[in-house]
T-cell receptor, first 113, second 117 residues
Protein backbone atom coordinates (compact mmCIF):
# COMPACT_ATOMS: atom_id res chain seq x y z
CA UNK A 1 0.00 0.00 0.00
CA UNK A 2 1.11 3.56 -0.73
CA UNK A 3 2.21 5.70 2.19
CA UNK A 4 0.27 8.73 3.33
CA UNK A 5 1.20 11.83 5.28
CA UNK A 6 -1.19 13.77 7.47
CA UNK A 7 -0.80 16.61 9.95
CA UNK A 8 -0.32 15.34 13.47
CA UNK A 9 -3.13 17.40 14.96
CA UNK A 10 -5.77 19.99 14.12
CA UNK A 11 -8.34 22.06 15.97
CA UNK A 12 -11.75 23.03 14.68
CA UNK A 13 -14.47 25.21 16.19
CA UNK A 14 -17.75 23.47 16.86
CA UNK A 15 -20.23 24.04 14.03
CA UNK A 16 -17.54 24.93 11.50
CA UNK A 17 -16.26 22.72 8.73
CA UNK A 18 -13.26 20.55 9.51
CA UNK A 19 -10.93 20.04 6.57
CA UNK A 20 -8.42 17.25 7.04
CA UNK A 21 -5.71 16.96 4.38
CA UNK A 22 -3.83 13.88 3.28
CA UNK A 23 -0.93 13.50 0.88
CA UNK A 24 -0.53 10.25 -1.05
CA UNK A 25 1.86 11.15 -3.85
CA UNK A 26 2.80 7.52 -4.63
CA UNK A 27 -0.74 6.23 -4.99
CA UNK A 28 -1.23 3.64 -7.73
CA UNK A 29 -3.92 3.73 -10.35
CA UNK A 30 -5.93 0.93 -8.75
CA UNK A 31 -5.71 2.21 -5.19
CA UNK A 32 -8.57 3.91 -3.44
CA UNK A 33 -8.39 6.56 -0.74
CA UNK A 34 -10.11 5.45 2.46
CA UNK A 35 -10.80 7.40 5.60
CA UNK A 36 -11.41 5.89 9.02
CA UNK A 37 -11.64 7.50 12.41
CA UNK A 38 -11.06 6.25 15.92
CA UNK A 39 -12.77 7.78 18.87
CA UNK A 40 -10.85 7.27 22.10
CA UNK A 41 -10.80 3.63 23.28
CA UNK A 42 -13.02 2.39 20.46
CA UNK A 43 -12.40 0.47 17.27
CA UNK A 44 -11.88 2.36 13.99
CA UNK A 45 -14.99 3.45 12.12
CA UNK A 46 -15.24 3.64 8.33
CA UNK A 47 -16.10 7.09 7.05
CA UNK A 48 -15.80 7.28 3.28
CA UNK A 49 -13.68 6.21 0.33
CA UNK A 50 -13.08 7.28 -3.27
CA UNK A 51 -11.03 6.58 -6.37
CA UNK A 52 -11.07 9.68 -8.58
CA UNK A 53 -14.30 11.54 -8.16
CA UNK A 54 -15.37 13.52 -5.15
CA UNK A 55 -17.64 11.58 -2.84
CA UNK A 56 -20.22 12.55 -0.24
CA UNK A 57 -22.18 10.55 2.28
CA UNK A 58 -24.09 11.27 5.46
CA UNK A 59 -20.89 11.62 7.46
CA UNK A 60 -18.47 13.54 5.26
CA UNK A 61 -17.25 14.63 1.86
CA UNK A 62 -14.05 13.51 0.18
CA UNK A 63 -12.27 15.77 -2.28
CA UNK A 64 -9.55 14.11 -4.37
CA UNK A 65 -7.23 16.24 -6.52
CA UNK A 66 -7.16 15.61 -10.23
CA UNK A 67 -3.66 14.07 -10.06
CA UNK A 68 -4.84 11.94 -7.09
CA UNK A 69 -1.76 12.84 -5.10
CA UNK A 70 -3.72 14.38 -2.25
CA UNK A 71 -7.18 14.49 -0.79
CA UNK A 72 -9.21 16.32 1.83
CA UNK A 73 -11.82 14.92 4.16
CA UNK A 74 -14.48 17.47 5.02
CA UNK A 75 -16.75 17.26 8.03
CA UNK A 76 -19.24 20.01 7.12
CA UNK A 77 -20.47 20.92 10.60
CA UNK A 78 -18.11 19.55 13.22
CA UNK A 79 -19.53 18.57 16.59
CA UNK A 80 -17.79 17.67 19.81
CA UNK A 81 -18.47 14.01 19.02
CA UNK A 82 -16.24 14.32 15.95
CA UNK A 83 -13.18 14.65 18.19
CA UNK A 84 -11.12 11.62 17.17
CA UNK A 85 -8.03 10.45 15.32
CA UNK A 86 -8.63 10.40 11.57
CA UNK A 87 -6.72 7.98 9.39
CA UNK A 88 -6.19 8.35 5.66
CA UNK A 89 -5.29 5.04 4.01
CA UNK A 90 -4.75 4.07 0.40
CA UNK A 91 -5.34 0.51 -0.69
CA UNK A 92 -6.84 -1.55 -3.46
CA UNK A 93 -10.50 -2.35 -3.07
CA UNK A 94 -10.21 -5.87 -4.41
CA UNK A 95 -10.27 -8.42 -1.63
CA UNK A 96 -7.03 -10.14 -2.43
CA UNK A 97 -5.07 -12.21 0.00
CA UNK A 98 -2.50 -9.41 0.15
CA UNK A 99 -4.95 -6.67 1.00
CA UNK A 100 -4.75 -5.42 4.56
CA UNK A 101 -5.34 -2.12 6.29
CA UNK A 102 -2.15 -0.51 7.55
CA UNK A 103 -2.61 2.53 9.74
CA UNK A 104 -0.30 5.54 9.83
CA UNK A 105 -0.19 8.02 12.71
CA UNK A 106 -3.34 9.85 11.58
CA UNK A 107 -4.56 13.33 12.48
CA UNK A 108 -5.87 14.01 15.95
CA UNK A 109 -8.82 16.35 15.48
CA UNK A 110 -10.03 18.33 18.46
CA UNK A 111 -13.38 20.07 18.09
CA UNK A 112 -13.45 23.08 20.39
CA UNK A 113 -16.71 24.38 21.91
CA UNK B 1 -24.54 -3.18 8.19
CA UNK B 2 -21.79 -5.63 9.01
CA UNK B 3 -21.08 -5.98 12.74
CA UNK B 4 -18.09 -7.43 14.52
CA UNK B 5 -18.48 -8.27 18.19
CA UNK B 6 -15.33 -8.37 20.32
CA UNK B 7 -15.21 -9.71 23.88
CA UNK B 8 -14.27 -8.98 26.53
CA UNK B 9 -14.09 -5.20 26.31
CA UNK B 10 -11.81 -5.05 29.34
CA UNK B 11 -9.77 -7.69 31.12
CA UNK B 12 -7.30 -7.61 33.97
CA UNK B 13 -5.10 -10.63 34.51
CA UNK B 14 -2.17 -11.63 36.63
CA UNK B 15 1.29 -11.86 35.17
CA UNK B 16 2.01 -15.34 33.84
CA UNK B 17 -1.58 -16.25 33.02
CA UNK B 18 -3.19 -16.50 29.59
CA UNK B 19 -6.04 -14.41 28.24
CA UNK B 20 -8.36 -15.21 25.33
CA UNK B 21 -10.04 -12.51 23.27
CA UNK B 22 -12.92 -13.41 20.93
CA UNK B 23 -13.92 -11.72 17.71
CA UNK B 24 -17.21 -12.68 16.06
CA UNK B 25 -18.76 -11.55 12.81
CA UNK B 26 -22.47 -11.37 13.56
CA UNK B 27 -24.16 -11.06 10.18
CA UNK B 28 -21.57 -12.06 7.62
CA UNK B 29 -18.94 -14.67 6.98
CA UNK B 30 -15.47 -13.41 7.77
CA UNK B 31 -13.08 -15.09 5.39
CA UNK B 32 -10.17 -13.14 6.82
CA UNK B 33 -9.62 -11.63 10.23
CA UNK B 34 -6.92 -9.22 11.36
CA UNK B 35 -5.59 -8.53 14.81
CA UNK B 36 -4.12 -5.19 15.84
CA UNK B 37 -2.45 -3.88 18.96
CA UNK B 38 -2.46 -0.27 20.03
CA UNK B 39 -0.34 1.29 22.76
CA UNK B 40 -1.37 4.61 24.35
CA UNK B 41 -1.13 7.60 22.00
CA UNK B 42 0.08 5.39 19.16
CA UNK B 43 -1.53 4.13 15.99
CA UNK B 44 -2.84 0.63 15.43
CA UNK B 45 -0.17 -1.92 14.64
CA UNK B 46 -1.11 -4.98 12.63
CA UNK B 47 -0.09 -8.15 14.44
CA UNK B 48 -1.38 -10.94 12.26
CA UNK B 49 -3.75 -11.99 9.52
CA UNK B 50 -5.78 -15.18 9.68
CA UNK B 51 -7.80 -16.95 7.03
CA UNK B 52 -10.49 -19.40 8.06
CA UNK B 53 -9.06 -22.86 8.43
CA UNK B 54 -5.45 -21.79 7.90
CA UNK B 55 -2.55 -20.85 10.10
CA UNK B 56 -2.21 -17.17 10.86
CA UNK B 57 0.41 -15.03 9.16
CA UNK B 58 2.26 -12.87 11.66
CA UNK B 59 3.85 -9.51 11.00
CA UNK B 60 7.55 -9.13 11.56
CA UNK B 61 8.47 -8.88 15.23
CA UNK B 62 5.28 -10.48 16.54
CA UNK B 63 5.85 -13.71 18.48
CA UNK B 64 3.54 -16.39 17.15
CA UNK B 65 4.00 -18.60 20.21
CA UNK B 66 2.96 -15.78 22.49
CA UNK B 67 -0.02 -14.55 20.50
CA UNK B 68 -1.98 -17.62 19.45
CA UNK B 69 -4.59 -17.01 16.81
CA UNK B 70 -7.33 -19.45 15.93
CA UNK B 71 -9.79 -18.92 13.08
CA UNK B 72 -11.65 -22.20 13.09
CA UNK B 73 -14.93 -20.94 11.65
CA UNK B 74 -16.14 -18.22 9.29
CA UNK B 75 -17.62 -16.26 12.18
CA UNK B 76 -15.11 -16.63 14.99
CA UNK B 77 -11.47 -15.83 15.55
CA UNK B 78 -9.68 -15.86 18.87
CA UNK B 79 -6.44 -14.29 20.07
CA UNK B 80 -4.82 -15.85 23.12
CA UNK B 81 -2.10 -13.91 24.87
CA UNK B 82 -0.07 -16.61 26.57
CA UNK B 83 2.00 -16.09 29.71
CA UNK B 84 1.03 -12.45 29.77
CA UNK B 85 3.38 -9.86 31.21
CA UNK B 86 2.85 -6.18 32.04
CA UNK B 87 4.43 -5.14 28.72
CA UNK B 88 1.58 -6.98 26.94
CA UNK B 89 -0.88 -4.51 28.43
CA UNK B 90 -2.44 -2.83 25.42
CA UNK B 91 -5.61 -2.23 23.42
CA UNK B 92 -6.28 -5.17 21.09
CA UNK B 93 -8.60 -4.73 18.11
CA UNK B 94 -9.85 -7.24 15.59
CA UNK B 95 -11.07 -6.59 12.09
CA UNK B 96 -13.01 -8.88 9.82
CA UNK B 97 -13.24 -9.01 6.05
CA UNK B 98 -15.91 -10.86 4.15
CA UNK B 99 -17.62 -10.96 0.81
CA UNK B 100 -20.79 -9.46 2.20
CA UNK B 101 -19.36 -6.25 3.53
CA UNK B 102 -19.13 -4.56 0.21
CA UNK B 103 -16.35 -2.50 -1.25
CA UNK B 104 -15.34 -1.16 2.15
CA UNK B 105 -14.39 -4.70 2.95
CA UNK B 106 -13.50 -4.28 6.59
CA UNK B 107 -15.37 -4.01 9.86
CA UNK B 108 -13.63 -3.43 13.15
CA UNK B 109 -14.44 -4.69 16.60
CA UNK B 110 -14.77 -2.34 19.54
CA UNK B 111 -11.47 -3.43 21.08
CA UNK B 112 -10.26 -5.14 24.25
CA UNK B 113 -8.32 -3.28 26.90
CA UNK B 114 -5.87 -5.77 28.46
CA UNK B 115 -4.15 -4.90 31.70
CA UNK B 116 -1.59 -7.32 33.09
CA UNK B 117 -0.74 -6.81 36.77
Amino acid sequence: DAKTTQPTSMDCAEGRAANLPCNHSTISGNEYVYWYRQIHSQGPQYIIHGLKNNETNEMASLIITEDRKSSTLILPHATLRDTAVYYCIVRVAVKTSYDKVIFGPGTSLSVIP
Amino acid sequence: GAVVSQHPSRVICKSGTSVKIECRSLDFQATTMFWYRQFPKQSLMLMATSNEGSKATYEQGVEKDKFLINHASLTLSTLTVTSAHPEDSSFYICSARGLQVGINGYTFGSGTRLTVV
